[in-house]
Nanobody
Framework: VQLPASGGGLVQTGGSLRLSCATSGFAFDDYAIVWFRQAPGKEREEVACIARTDARTYYLGDAKGRFTISRDDAKDTAYLHMNSLKPEDTAVYYC????WGCGLNWTRVDFWGQGTLVTVSS
């Protein structure tokens, strides 16, 4: 099972980034896809989830209105578009898969991969 997040980098406050998660090794269509993050010295937190059947999307915290999660089942790939980035968005971002839908708690994720670092400068 592989869920490597990519697309992170250094961006200025107010900037945008698109993260990608090109997965393999499991039935992508059967899982909700989650993006969660871990900032230095903080607990992991889920930021967005997209359901497996109707692609319904959920956003947590201040990701609402700034982040957009999407999935391409033909490519087994998920994305997270992030706009209006703030220094407090600085974190390692991970992509995960959740079998039973969007539980909106990263601890329910069944598996996840290597994260990608997003750094937002002020």
């Amino acid at each position: 099972v592989q869920l490597p997040a990519s697309g992170g980098g250094l961006v200025q406050t107010g900037g945008s980034l698109r993260l990608s998660c090109a997965t393999s090794g499991f039935a992508f269509d059967d899982y909700a896809i989650v993006w969660f993050r871990q900032a230095p010295g903080k607990e992991r937190e889920e930021v967005a989830c997209i359901a497996r059947t109707d692609a319904r999307t959920y956003y947590l915290g201040d990701a609402k209105g700034r982040f957009t999660i999407s999935r391409d089942d033909a490519k087994d790939t998920a994305y997270l578009h992030m706009n209006s980035l703030k220094p407090e968005d600085t974190a390692v971002y991970y992509c995960g898969a959740e079998r039973w839908g969007c539980g909106l708690n990263w601890t329910r994720v069944d598996f996840w991969g290597q994260g990608t670092l997003v750094t937002v400068s002020s």
